[in-house]
């Protein structure tokens, strides 16, 4: 087996690939640039982009890992899931060199802690074609598919059962990880623990695009932060690609989904506002830039309360002071002016950029900060602390006179 380390956004020169690798690595991980090495043949120069985790090419093993520790990452995962309870041991913070070993301990404790009471039993919808009358029959399927005789006869009915779609979550997202190639043998034993626990529950094979919601209630509210680690774990991994009898599969979290996940939760807390009111991507709202609403905006960072009070940004990338991206500046500028707000705030995941732009000619401002994600979780909590209050400040900034009420 040969192993190799890559790391985000440095690039690891003159690999050696196969063909077949060089092609399963392109396809698993898209955000890899991969160029040609000059003057060697079968060598290539690898950069990942934001994709962290780790991938199984036949006898090569690659592991990607985050610019930032993968203890921070999994600090930044484990509080947008649940900002309440994130120090009650919901993650292992130690060190591990790998983000899918480093995943599984945490997610074990909070399926553990998930299935305390039992698993979760609630009614579900079924339709069946039965000898006896149960529920509701479905009349027009009884006819259509029985010409009207019976048995059987083809019913509806609700089932009281443990097989619902927050334990499917659960056991599928456990399979999967079972699935990968773990050097720990205790980390593989602790995910067959449950499989008594659920063995009532259907397996499901779920496309990770397309993850069943679940709304939460106070009777399932315990289970939150289990299942949405679970839907994270199901949308993270692939097993589909095959280069003739080589089965290749990945596990790949993306870091800009895991902080702007962050931001939003942690920023959502320290101000005390709702999901509704201060909703990830704009979700819930329509937000346009021109008067027709042919161009719609999906800001990541927003304060509502009947229009938009205040607007944002969140990009993981790392600038400098003098290297901020002008397209990031442009695209809070279109957000600022859609919404009629004054400033708006951009917040990078690293470098050294906190300034202000005042762009005369719109009468607006947009303010640039950074965070330093190298630091222990209660640093990047009082640095969350710090932006709340720039977030409050924005704010309560003089509206320009004339809001034509775009944003809404």
Not at 197 to 208: F, K
């Amino acid at each position: 087996m040969r192993h190799l380390t890559l790391h985000e956004y440095r690039t690891e020169p003159g690999t050696e690939l196969s063909v077949a690798e060089r092609d399963q690595l392109r396809e698993l991980v898209p955000s890899l640039l991969m160029t040609p090495s000059a003057g060697r043949e079968g060598c290539y120069d690898l950069r990942p982009g934001s994709h962290v985790g780790a991938v199984h090419l036949g006898s090569l093993s690659v592991a990607i890992l985050p610019k930032i520790p993968v203890s921070r990452t999994m600090f930044l995962i484990s509080y947008a899931l649940d900002p309440g309870s994130w120090t009650e041991r919901g993650f292992d913070f130690s060190e591990e060199r790998s983000l899918v070993e480093a995943i599984v301990p945490g997610f074990v404790r909070q399926v553990r802690q998930a299935l305390r009471r039992g698993p979760l039993e609630s009614y579900r919808t079924e339709e069946a074609s039965l000898n006896t009358m149960r529920g509701r029959l479905r009349v027009g399927d009884q006819l259509r598919r029985r010409y009207g005789a019976y048995p059987p006869v083809e019913v509806t009915y609700d089932e009281f059962t443990e097989d619902v779609e927050e334990n499917r979550l659960i056991k599928a997202a456990l399979h999967r990880l079972a699935r990968m190639r773990l050097r720990s043998s205790a980390a593989k034993r602790s995910l067959r623990r449950f499989d008594s626990t659920l063995e009532r529950v259907r397996l499901m094979s779920y496309d990770p695009r397309r993850l069943p919601e679940v709304r939460y209630t106070r009777l399932n509210q315990h289970y939150r932060p289990a299942v949405e680690l679970a839907k994270l774990i199901l949308r993270s991994g692939s097993f589909e690609l095959r280069h003739g009898p080589t089965r290749a599969s990945a596990f790949l979290l993306d870091m800009n989904n895991i902080f702007e996940n962050f931001v939003v939760v942690a920023l959502r807390e320290a101000l005390g506002a709702t999901e509704r009111s201060f909703p990830q991507g704009a979700r819930g709202r329509c937000l346009h830039l021109d008067g027709n609403r042919r161009i719609s905006l999906e800001p990541d960072i927003s304060w509502w309360e009947d229009t938009c009070t205040f607007v944002g940004d969140v990009k993981y990338k790392e600038v400098s002071t003098s290297g901020i991206i002008h397209s990031d500046l442009y695209q809070l500028l279109a957000y600022v002016i859609a919404c009629e707000l004054p400033g708006g705030l951009l917040i990078y995941g690293s470098g050294g950029a906190s300034t202000t732009h005042e762009v005369v000619r719109a009468g607006k401002k947009l303010e640039v900060a950074s965070m330093d994600l190298s630091k222990p979780p209660e640093s990047i909590l009082q640095q969350m602390q710090n932006l709340s209050k720039r977030v409050i400040a924005l704010r309560a900034s003089p509206a320009p006179a004339g809001r034509s009420g775009i944003a809404s």
